[in-house]
């Protein structure tokens, strides 16, 4: 895992957008992975800013986001569907047909939990994830005791991430009990990974996810078994890190 500290949050939002731009120009039908959440609003602003001005283009590219809530539709204000929509398919040229998040609201979630798997197989597989971390350790909502093989299903949100979550709703009742996420498994096939985390509320996660053991405990610490992961912290976020990293990447970004 390559780990980069920089000093300012909003440099780690622009060193996400440069991988992924250059992904996207070297592969126009790049499959890329999108989070929600506070921690990618940064990113996709600077993607946002490279389309209109510097013309990135991303009218072949696929995405598959990581998760929905169970029972929340697309128009929902806090339906993932809709963060995506406002925060960044909106205004950049991707088409609609290409843009996948899982079905919150499928009869039958097992079966759409399978369609999903299938579609991002069909699509030829991740080309580049990127994830955010929660306070947990949770990496999608695959919370602790996730297990490392685990696909895309219906997730039991704890009480923890429920009270995260709630600053977006009017009350903790309103809050999703359920989400389909994809697993650590599905993860864990993508070619390369990002992983994006800010403010010293996640540095024990940062910390246990980036030098402590592989364990279940903390699902994010299985990206220390990926091949290809860079992480990209604030100052904040590396506050509990032992090791000394370095501020900008030290190999090509590809």
Do not use: W
């Not at 499959?31 to 609003?41: C, D, F, R, Y």
């Amino acid at each position: 895992m390559e780990v980069i500290v920089s000093q300012a949050k909003a440099r780690i939002s622009v060193l996400a957008a440069q991988m992924i731009a250059t992904l996207v120009k070297r592969k126009p039908r790049a499959v890329i992975g999108l989070a929600t959440g506070s921690t990618p609003l940064g990113t996709y602003r600077e993607l946002i800013r490279m389309h209109k001005e510097e013309g990135l283009d991303f009218s072949r590219v696929v995405t598959f986001n990581l998760d929905e809530y169970v029972g929340l539709p697309p128009t929902h204000g806090q339906s993932y569907r809709h963060f995506m929509d406002t925060n960044l398919f909106s205004q950049i040229n991707i088409r609609t047909e290409n843009t996948h998040l899982p079905d919150g609201m499928a009869p039958d979630a097992a079966q759409a939990c399978r369609a999903y798997e299938d579609r991002i197989r069909d699509c030829g597989g991740i080309d580049l994830q990127l994830l955010g971390i929660g306070a947990n350790g949770h990496i999608a909502f695959n919370e602790p005791g996730s297990p490392p093989g685990s696909r895309t299903r219906v997730e039991t949100l704890t009480e923890k991430t429920r009270s995260d979550n709630s600053r977006f709703f009017r009350s903790m009742h309103e809050v999703p009990r359920y989400a389909i996420t994809m697993g650590i498994g599905t993860i864990m096939e993508a070619h390369s990974i990002i992983l994006l985390a800010s403010g010293r509320q996640k540095a024990e996660a940062v910390a246990a996810a980036v030098e402590g053991p592989v364990t279940a405990g903390c699902p994010a610490s299985a990206l220390q078994l990926h091949a290809s992961v860079t992480a990209i912290l604030d100052r904040a976020a590396a506050g509990k890190l032992k090791g000394a990293y370095p501020s900008e990447p030290q190999k090509p970004i590809v």
